[in-house]
């Protein structure tokens, strides 16, 4: 199972480090509006996918809460049928879909998961909802 913070699940995204700090910074400032994750993931840990409406804790390398963002929207695609629509809301910068698939297969590759244009992956939408100054600062994750 994936950690828990105040009941909420935890949302982790990228690689510890640098990456993740860059991808908070960008769900703080409102341009990371998505991830995608593989479903063998869920699967392995036996965690379901994520309901629209759930709220999410967004936490740093510590799992430290940094913000909480709610689920707007989730699909299970194969990975070359991911929309540049989606990968765009990501905010990752990247130019292109192809750009988008090519970095996302060199992550996943870097992990120890390749994927290829059959693997299923787990596209979920959020909004931000409560952050503060560096993260949560009031620790009201209902808020």
């Known amino acids: 199972m994936w950690p ?11 690689m510890a480090g640098e990456m993740r700090t860059n991808l908070n910074t960008l769900v703080l400032a409102g341009v990371k509006q998505a991830t995608v994750g593989l479903l063998s993931e869920y699967e392995h840990e036996g965690e379901e996918l994520e309901r629209v409406g759930e709220r999410l804790a967004l936490v740093d390398d510590h799992d430290g809460l940094v913000a909480v963002v709610q689920v707007t929207g989730v699909e299970v695609v194969p990975f070359a049928d991911v929309s540049w629509d989606f990968a765009r809301s990501e905010g990752e910068g990247d130019r292109s879909i192809e750009e988008w698939r090519a970095g996302h297969q060199r992550f996943w590759a870097r992990a120890g998961t390749p994927v290829d244009d059959d693997t299923p992956v787990v596209c979920v939408r959020f909004r931000l909802v409560s952050a503060g100054d560096g993260g949560i600062t009031t620790g009201d994750l209902s808020t």
């Open 4 to 14: 828990r913070i105040g009941g909420l699940r935890t949302l982790d995204l990228g």
